[in-house]
């Protein structure tokens, strides 16, 4: 069964230096997602990409943090300056857009920010 | 604003017994919801959907219930089994912001052998 698959799966980095998140969408989607999840909460919407531009974004997207669809597989999420509240799993998902509104995730990347 | 949200946190049933788990939802304008699964470490899981032009829909040991009178989604497992332990999430849809789900907080699951 084809799966979106995220790298790392766990990446720990020092406060103000920017990680850069990889993710492999599934081959037939459109649309892309970067969602977070703090440990314990909620996941959180973070963005979405259709089309080779931000569709749409949530308050926590802030200038920090940019996507990019570099090639027809990888979409990346980069956070520039990390900041320690920005520890938490990320997940990205991706859906066709044609036959409805299913979003498939991925295992997540977990990010520590010391 | 969009908002969706969970009557409870938590739910302990043995096995065998069916799982029912409730979720609200404030967003009128939400045309469709989805219950995913979570288990530890790994992301959320779909489990099934609904749109909001119909009340039931039904997969393998699951079912959803949709009221848009009262704003409500449950979902209903079946037999439930040492493998359906884990946290569930609701997260609802619409045409206004068409191309993003908003989760609810999360309901964990867990089932007493």
């Known amino acids: 069964e084809p799966e979106v698959t995220q790298t790392p799966s766990h990446q720990v980095t020092q406060m103000g230096q920017e990680v850069i998140l990889r993710c492999v969408p599934i081959?037939?989607?459109?649309?892309f997602y970067w969602y977070r999840q703090i440990l314990g909460q909620k996941v959180e919407f973070l963005v979405s990409?259709?089309?080779?531009?931000?569709?749409?974004k949530s308050e926590i997207f802030d200038d920090q943090f940019s996507v990019e669809r570099p090639d027809g597989s990888n979409f990346t999420l980069k956070i520039r300056s990390t900041k320690l509240e920005d520890s938490a799993m990320y997940f990205c998902a991706s859906k066709t857009g044609f036959d409805g509104n299913t979003i498939y995730f991925g295992e997540g990347s977990w990010l520590t920010v010391v | 604003g969009e908002s969706v949200g969970l009557h409870l946190p938590t739910l302990s049933v043995q096995e065998g017994d069916n799982s029912i788990i409730n979720c609200a939802y404030s967003n009128s304008a939400s045309d469709y919801f989805i219950w995913y699964k979570q288990e530890s470490g790994k992301g959320p899981q779909f489990i099934i959907d609904?749109?909001?032009?119909?009340d039931k829909r039904q997969g393998q040991r699951v079912t959803v219930l949709l009221n848009k009178t009262v704003k409500h989604l449950s979902l209903q497992i079946a037999a439930t089994q040492p493998g359906d332990s884990a946290v569930y999430f609701c997260a609802e849809g619409s045409k206004t912001s068409y191309d993003k789900v908003i989760f609810g907080p999360g309901t964990s699951l867990s089932v007493i052998p």
């Open positions: 609904i749109r909001s032009n119909m």
């Open positions: 990409f259709y089309n080779n531009e931000i569709s749409e």
């Open positions: 081959s037939n989607h459109l649309y």
